[in-house]
């Protein structure tokens, strides 16, 4: 059973950054797609980025705007760095991981079976 553990929310001025990771307990967290996902107040939960299992494929939500970027480190840890947060990326962020053999990562949540339990990320003006 694959367990996902998110970290590195929390609550910054906007205009400042900050660096998600989520952590694997598989030995292998190689073989998985890992998304990130996330949910404002409010709405429904919305693609934000992805990274292949070699990681060179990432696509990228149309909103991250050369804001956000993702990396994995091939062990166990997949990154999301966020800069320039505006009110907007207020939102619980989420990461997720498969391990079809898709060519690329899927945009879509219901695609991914395994899920962390969220972090918390509160932009204040």
């Known amino acids: 059973q694959v367990q996902l553990v998110e970290s590195g929310g929390g609550s910054v001025q906007a205009g400042g950054s900050l660096r998600l990771s989520c952590v694997a307990n598989?030995?292998?967290?190689?073989?998985?797609?890992v998304a990130w996902f996330r949910q404002g107040p409010g709405k429904e939960r919305e693609f934000v980025a992805a990274?292949?299992?070699?990681?060179?494929?990432t696509p990228v939500a149309s909103f991250v705007q050369g804001r956000f970027a993702i990396s994995r480190d091939y062990w166990k840890t997949v990154d999301l760095q966020i800069d320039s947060l505006t009110a907007e990326d207020t939102a619980t962020y989420y990461c997720?991981?498969?391990?079809?053999?898709?060519?690329?990562?899927?945009?879509?949540?219901?695609?991914?079976?395994?899920w962390g339990q969220g972090t918390q990320v509160t932009v204040t003006s």
């Open positions: 598989v030995r292998t967290f190689t073989i998985y797609d």
């Open positions: 997720a991981a498969d391990d079809r053999a898709d060519t690329t990562p899927s945009r879509v949540a219901n695609e991914y079976a395994y």
């Open positions: 990274i292949s299992r070699t990681g060179g494929i």
